[in-house]
């Protein structure tokens, strides 16, 4: 594969064999059926792989829901690849998750290989997971480390980039996820010195872009890509924009995430750390060269003490922590203007005595960055964009995150330490359709979407892609719904407790307590219990430990991939989670026997984006609750339920506390988009069904 072997250029290649057709490869007794893996013909992973195939050669648009089981994975890399060698076009596949991108490139890539030959893949990830030779060279020869443990990491990664052939941080087990000293060494694109850099050609960035260049596939994930889509918007499409290459084609998988992630990346944020890393890198770039004066070192001074007077001055909401929409802009400066022009005039001494520096490769760069911080804080305060809203985050800082996230579930005060917090102002697009449209959809010819949950249904219950196609701002794409080949309605039972209070309700709690009890002791542990809210899973948590015989397992006390292999590793466990536990986790066998859901996953009505899209669509004569909420609730519950029936063998129990899918009208939206599962109102049912597992 790419990572190892060196490949030739596109345009060099010699004459390969064909790929085998579509038939061939899927059918019984073809290629897939002869290989390793535990084969059963699926007709709609065979339907789709031939979909995909004639949307490229139609040069046209596809969403596609693939249920749990389809095998979509095989059914789009082989029409990619094909693709790619028969008519030499290079084609990119995007990963709601970097775990997913692993699993293509590390697991279903090599079993391609060992059906088809040698394959020309890449797998990329943002430049921050690289490790710059440049910056590791400097600090190697004016070592600024602070503490034992620093320096001890320091040498760690000295020795590692003596042989590793990529760079990626990922190879370092050892390395803390929080690392500040992996911050002072990755290839982030401000502090690049371009072609200008000394270690341009040996530079782990430059190989992983000729490595790109010389693939047929490029395996990536979401948040590179729409980093790289807005990078490349910004510059006007200047050819050395990003680093992504061109493309025929891109395929997205878990595209169900799209609009979350194009507005994070077609938006604007600044925070004081920004701020921070500015004024350091300054310092530390300027000493390593020995080119620091005595104006930089006071400008950068003067730059964190506007900072903080600056982002100190910005409204607070009634917690230290959580977002707040910013919509006194004009009143703030009249009022605290002086710290915003402080902050701004402070970046722009900065940029003067730069200036002076012009033989000084980094000065460039560090200019270029304090104007665009400057030109940032300018839009975000004085802009009056219709279509942008504008807000304000507190977050824990690093290692206090989960304790200060949790703090004000447990005493309030604790969250006054200014010191956990960093302060982030945002400016996030309302409406991303047009953007998508414009820089996605009319760029490459064919876009392929696909997930396991794309639909909601529609009035006549008949799964419906209006909300997606709608949101994305997708243009006439052909459309295709792959049922599961999965068996719902004897793996799955839906259990809908009858006698729940609605969520408001004081009793809910005490109500959703005896009924998860009740299951659990049915299923003797073996489940997820997902939260909409941390109090709520906190309290619930709390209520059960002494009730339950089961190890009890909550989000906030480990990092999520330790809790899951606890989870894996501990008999009888029962996970508590919130939203990072709904989607992307794959547990497969009686391990994970039961998915409890204490709410319809609505999400918080006066988020600042949420807030902003609902009085669009209701000043625009929607029907914001309908048209954007209730999808966005349908989605998110399908993925939560979707964790519990992963393989043929999984058989198990979901369970809703929330009574509102039954006594509600919109209730039945939910229903009918579920999967086909048995339904259920007594728990004898749920008792008679382990009976029999």
Not at 58 to 83: C, M, N
Not at 289 to 300: C, L, M, N, P
């Amino acid at each position: 594969m790419s990572s190892t072997t060196p490949l030739p250029a596109m345009h060099e290649t010699p004459p390969e064999q064909k790929f085998p057709s579509l038939h061939d490869f899927f059918h019984p007794g073809g290629l897939l059926a002869k290989s390793s893996l535990a084969f059963e013909h699926r007709p709609g992973q065979y339907l789709m792989a031939k979909t995909i195939e004639q949307c490229f050669a139609d040069r046209r648009h596809l969403i596609a829901e693939a249920g749990t089981g389809t095998g979509k994975t095989l059914a789009y890399l082989l029409p990619a690849l094909r693709r790619a060698r028969e008519q030499k076009q290079r084609i990119i596949i995007s990963t709601g998750t970097k775990n997913l991108q692993e699993q293509l490139y590390f697991k279903d890539i090599p079993f391609l290989e060992s059906l088809l030959g040698p394959l020309r893949v890449c797998y990329m990830k943002g430049r921050a997971n690289y490790l710059c030779k440049q910056k590791l060279y400097a600090l190697r020869d004016n070592p600024i480390l602070s503490g034992l443990e620093e320096i001890d990491q320091f040498h760690h990664i000295l020795k590692w980039e003596r042989t590793t052939e990529t760079g990626d941080r990922a190879e370092i087990d050892a390395l803390p996820e929080h690392s500040p000293l992996w911050h002072k060494l990755d290839a982030r694109s401000e502090v690049c010195l371009g072609q200008t850099c000394p270690n341009w050609e040996p530079c782990f960035v430059t190989g992983m872009r000729r490595k790109a260049l010389e693939s047929d596939i490029v395996i990536v994930n979401h948040h590179l890509f729409f980093a790289d889509l807005s990078i490349k918007q910004q510059a006007g499409g200047a050819p050395d924009a990003g680093i992504l290459p061109e493309a025929a084609a891109v395929i997205f998988d878990e595209a169900h995430e799209l609009e979350d992630v194009a507005s994070q990346y077609f938006g604007i944020a600044l925070s004081n750390a920004r701020f921070d890393e500015l004024a350091r890198d300054t310092e530390s770039m300027l000493k390593a060269k020995g080119v620091s004066t005595s104006a930089i070192e006071s400008a950068t001074l003067t730059i964190r003490e506007r900072s903080r007077l600056f982002f100190g001055s910005l409204p607070a909401g009634p917690s230290h922590l959580g977002r707040l929409e910013f919509i006194d802009r004009a009143d703030f400066l009249e009022s605290r203007g002086d710290a915003y022009l402080g902050a701004s005039n402070a970046l722009q001494r900065l940029e003067g005595e730069l200036e002076r520096l012009r033989e000084v490769e980094e000065a460039a760069g560090l200019r270029k960055r304090a104007a665009d911080i400057r030109h940032h804080m300018k839009f975000l305060l004085e802009s009056e964009d219709p279509n942008t809203v504008f807000w304000i985050e507190r977050r824990a800082t690093s290692g206090l995150r989960n304790a200060a996230r949790n703090a004000r579930l447990v005493e309030p005060a604790q969250a006054t330490a200014p010191q956990a917090f960093s302060t982030h102002l945002q400016a996030t697009p309302i409406d991303v359709s047009t953007l998508l449209a414009d820089t996605l959809f009319m760029h490459y010819p064919s876009v392929i979407l696909t997930s396991a949950t794309l639909t909601v249904a529609g009035q006549d219950g008949v799964p419906s892609f209006a909300h997606l196609k709608k949101r994305l701002g997708i243009p006439f794409p052909k459309e295709l719904v792959v049922p599961s080949h999965f068996d719902y309605a004897k793996q799955a039972l839906l259990y809908l407790p009858p006698t729940m209070p609605d969520p408001r309700h004081p009793d809910f709690i005490a109500q959703a307590t005896e009924k998860t009890r009740r299951v659990l002791e049915i299923t003797r542990g073996r489940a997820f219990c997902l939260f909409t809210s941390y109090a709520q899973m906190r309290e619930l948590h709390d209520r059960l430990l002494a009730q339950l015989p089961y190890p009890l397992l909550m989000q906030g006390t480990a990092p999520r991939h330790v809790l899951l292999q606890q989870f894996r590793e501990t008999p009888n466990a029962v996970l508590f989670g919130t939203s990072s536990f709904w989607q992307g986790v794959d547990v497969q066998g009686e391990q994970l026997s039961c998915v409890i859901i204490d709410k319809l996953p609505f999400a918080v009505p006066t988020d600042p984006i949420m807030k902003a899209r609902t009085d669009a669509i209701t000043a625009a004569g929607g029907n914001a609750f309908n048209d954007l909420q209730i999808p966005q609730a349908v989605i998110a519950l399908k993925q939560g339920f979707g964790r519990l029936i992963r393989s043929l063998s999984d058989r198990g129990v979901l369970m809703l506390l929330d009574p509102r899918i039954r006594t509600t009208r919109y209730g039945a939206t939910f229903l009918d988009s579920l999967p086909a599962y048995r339904r259920t109102d007594d728990i004898g049912e749920v008792e008679r069904f382990f009976e029999t597992s």
